[in-house]
């Protein structure tokens, strides 16, 4: 997750919605236990981290879509 964290500090400079960032790594990081490289990163990774997003929750409370999308959309920029 290397790569993530460098962009989320690089972002951090520039972008006004670094809490989205920050959402998506703790997500990513869930989803991985912590553990994962750019060569890990194939569509099927992709596709089952965004279910995995459209299933999480939050204090017993499902994901609202909105948020998932934003967070899959900051995770497909970060690998681009």
């Given at each position: 997750l290397f790569f993530?964290?460098?962009l989320i500090r690089e972002k951090s400079m520039i972008v006004s919605n670094i809490q989205?960032?920050?959402s998506t790594y703790f997500r990513l990081q869930k989803f991985t236990a912590g553990h994962c490289k750019m060569?890990?990163?194939t569509p099927?990774?992709?596709n089952e981290f965004k279910l995995f997003l459209l299933s999480s929750q939050i204090s017993k409370r499902k994901l609202k879509v909105n948020s998932a999308s934003s967070y899959y959309n900051?995770?497909?920029e970060s690998i681009k």
């Open positions: 993530f964290e460098e989205n960032w920050q060569k890990d990163i099927d990774f992709c900051k995770f497909i």
